[in-house]
């Protein structure tokens, strides 16, 4: 199975908001309501930021929010700021396993 | 504290052997599935195995079927990663991640460990 498709980077200023899409397929993304985001800062482990397309676990701010559309997921950040600089990946469940996106470096300018 | 760490990498030739493990602590391990993900030095996360809470099923990437084999020990609050035949595009951080949920596999991970890290080379 191929890694699900997400932009190599996207920037913004502090303040503006970013939009990082994830592209699936009907088997995956599509097929399911289990798509996550991470957070992950160099030589740190991931960090879980969405899951289940749309809802944020206890800590993380209300600036990150989800949503899917057939077999494309969204990951919004509202209200850039300094610390969101960092790589984010999508996941989706598929038949008992996992997938994960490309990755997205996301510098704030 | 909720904590997951893992221990075991090193240096290994290819086609040699190695054992992951991750120490558990701070919850309830068995009423979580379990998973393996790794990622190769400067590139993205690729996820590796899962295991459910009584270990009665295990899936595998494609890429190491035959090759590893997840298990726990319930009882020592412990998920293994037992890795064979490596190769050198094993070389990778591998972390242990605990599925989100306790009903099923939801393949969200909210609780990882520091990682360990794997090379393969001669």
């Known amino acids: 199975q191929s890694a699900l498709t997400q932009p190599a980077s996207v920037s913004g200023s502090p303040g503006q908001s970013i939009t990082i899409s994830c592209t699936g397929t009907s088997s995956d993304v599509g097929g399911y309501n289990y798509v996550s985001w991470y957070q992950q800062h160099p030589g740190k482990a991931p960090k879980l930021m969405i899951y289940?397309?749309?809802n944020r676990p206890s800590g993380v701010s209300n600036r990150f929010s989800g949503s899917k559309s057939g077999n494309t997921a969204s990951l919004t950040i509202s209200g850039l700021q300094a610390e969101d600089e960092a790589d984010y990946y999508c996941s989706s469940y598929t038949s008992s396993s996992t997938l994960f996106g490309t990755g997205t470096k996301v510098t704030v300018l | 504290e909720v904590q997951l760490v893992e221990s075991g990498g090193g240096l290994v030739q290819p086609g040699g052997s190695l054992r992951l493990s991750c120490a558990a602590s701070?919850?309830?391990?068995?009423?979580?599935?379990m998973s393996w993900v790794r990622q190769a030095p400067g590139k993205g996360l690729e996820w590796v195995a899962n295991?459910?809470?009584?270990?009665?099923?295990?899936y595998y990437v494609d890429s190491v079927k035959g090759r590893f084999t997840i298990s726990r020990d319930n009882a020592k609050n412990s998920l293994y990663l037992q890795m064979n035949s490596l190769r050198a595009e094993d070389t990778a951080v591998y972390y242990c991640a605990r599925d989100l949920s306790v009903w099923s596999f939801s393949s969200a991970f909210d609780i990882w460990g520091q990682g360990t890290m794997v090379t393969v080379s001669s």
């Open positions: 701070g919850f309830t391990f068995s009423s979580y599935w």
């Open positions: 295991i459910k809470q009584d270990g009665s099923e295990k």
């Open positions: 289940d397309v749309s």
